[in-house]
């Protein structure tokens, strides 16, 4: 038997927001999103449509149309939106390409607030 392990390369993401926890949390909700994702203080939402799977074994590249996120300091198991909807929140921390993710979205987090402070100038 062949054993091949052939990593994502690329990760592209279509759009970006930095929203309120309650936000990203009834955006998941009402989207039906199944699971939201925690790694190191940041709570994520990523919406990925199902040609993205198809995109990345044909490719090794994987597409988001759009990752939210915002800042959550302690990880929760369960997510309780209001009394009738829990979300699952599961800790990436130590996964390599959701590493990477929040390496991307904190620096052009970091990017987009040093153009701006260069506009207010």
Same mark, same amino acid.
């Given at each position: 038997?062949? #054993?091949?392990?052939?990593?994502?390369?690329? %990760?592209? @993401?279509?759009?970006?927001? &930095?929203?309120?926890?309650?936000? %990203?949390?009834?955006? /998941? /909700?009402?989207?039906?999103?199944?699971?939201?994702?925690?790694?190191?203080?940041?709570?994520?939402?990523? +919406? %990925?449509?199902? &040609?993205?799977? +198809?995109?990345?074994?044909?490719? *090794?590249?994987?597409?988001?149309?759009?990752?939210?996120? /915002?800042?959550? =300091?302690?990880?929760?198991? @369960?997510?309780?939106?209001?009394?009738?909807?829990?979300? =699952?929140?599961?800790? #990436?921390?130590?996964?390599?390409?959701? *590493?990477?993710?929040?390496? /991307?979205?904190?620096?052009?987090? &970091?990017?987009?607030?040093?153009?701006?402070?260069? &506009?207010?100038?």
């Amino acid at each position: 038997m062949d #054993v091949k392990i052939a990593p994502t390369r690329k %990760v592209t @993401i279509l759009g970006l927001d &930095k929203r309120s926890v309650s936000n %990203v949390m009834f955006c /998941a /909700a009402t989207f039906g999103v199944n699971r939201l994702y925690w790694i190191d203080g940041y709570l994520l939402c990523l +919406e %990925v449509y199902e &040609k993205s799977f +198809e995109h990345e074994l044909e490719k *090794q590249e994987f597409p988001i149309s759009q990752v939210c996120y /915002a800042a959550f =300091p302690k990880y929760e198991k @369960i997510l309780e939106i209001d009394k009738s909807f829990q979300i =699952p929140l599961v800790n #990436v921390s130590d996964m390599k390409i959701f *590493q990477s993710i929040l390496k /991307a979205v904190l620096d052009k987090e &970091k990017e987009n607030s040093s153009h701006s402070k260069t &506009k207010e100038a």
